[in-house]
């Protein structure tokens, strides 16, 4: 079983995922609050993210939530990637709030 690391360009923070997870499931395993999880199954889009270095496997996502010209360009849901490689990732929509700088955070709540 290959272990592979992912860096989160918002944060810096870095996790393990293995060969068996999918990114998203290795994302619930930080343990940090507020990560959106929907249907887990490619089809609600609430896990985007953009894959900016490394390699995964893709499984059928939602073309409602990442058009063919997005997943060109990296575009994937978290729920339907396992990670074949180290990966840098940025994450994207209703994730991005579970991943902001606190200074970030004040700006998505108006604080």
Not at 14 to 34: F, I, S, V
Not at 57 to 71: K, P, Y
């Amino acid at each position: 079983m290959a272990t592979h690391t992912v860096r989160f360009v918002e944060t810096g923070e870095t996790l393990a995922c293995n060969d068996r997870l999918t990114l998203l499931q290795a994302m619930e395993r930080l343990g940090r609050k507020g990560i959106p999880v929907g249907c887990r199954n490619g089809g609600c889009g609430v896990c985007k993210v953009r894959v900016l270095e490394g390699s995964c496997e893709r499984r059928v996502m939602s073309r409602a939530h990442v058009a063919i010209e997005e997943e060109s360009a990296g575009y994937a849901l978290a729920c339907r990637i396992i990670p074949t490689s180290d990966l840098c990732v940025t994450v994207i929509g209703k994730m991005g709030r579970a991943f902001a700088r606190p200074e970030q955070d004040r700006k998505l709540t108006g604080e």
